[in-house]
Nanobody, 127 residues
Framework: QAQLVESGGGLVQPGGSLRLSCAASGFFLDYYPIVWFRQVPGKEREGISCIRASDDSTYYVDSVKGRFTVSKDPAKNSAYLEMRDLKLEDTAVYYC????????????????????WGKGTQVTVSS
């Protein structure tokens, strides 16, 4: 059974950094695009980054571009989201998901096509 488990969330001050991990089991993570999402209570879940399977190309929405870096380690069957210069508005539950493509990763209408989701990890940015 394919599963994803996020970890690494926590409380951090504005300007701080965190590294989220996304551990896969039941499938080879390197064979699939991995999308990172986040969701604030009362708001729609948004796709913020994607790493492609074929060539490790990465994609970011404007709100995190230049501050977040997505990567993966096939040997550990894991993906990562390195977050720096965190802002109050980055507070959210962060999820990783196994996608079929990075195309439309930031389109909410494409989320219904995703079959494997992690349960999320809370990131709170607060002074």
């Amino acid at each position: 059974q394919a599963q994803l488990v996020e970890s690494g969330g926590g409380l951090v001050q504005p300007g701080g950094s965190l590294r989220l991990s996304c551990a896969a089991s039941g499938f080879f993570l390197d064979y699939y695009p991995i999308v990172w999402f986040r969701q604030v209570p009362g708001k729609e879940r948004e796709g913020i980054s994607c790493i492609r399977a074929s060539d490790d190309s990465t994609y970011y929405v404007d709100s995190v571009k230049g501050r977040f870096t997505v990567s993966k380690d096939p040997a550990k069957n894991s993906a990562y989201l390195e977050m720096r210069d965190l802002k109050l508005e980055d507070t959210a539950v962060y999820y990783c998901a196994r996608a079929e493509t990075c195309d439309g990763y930031d389109d909410p209408r494409r989320q219904s096509k995703i079959e494997v989701w992690g349960k999320g990890t809370q990131v709170t940015v607060s002074s």
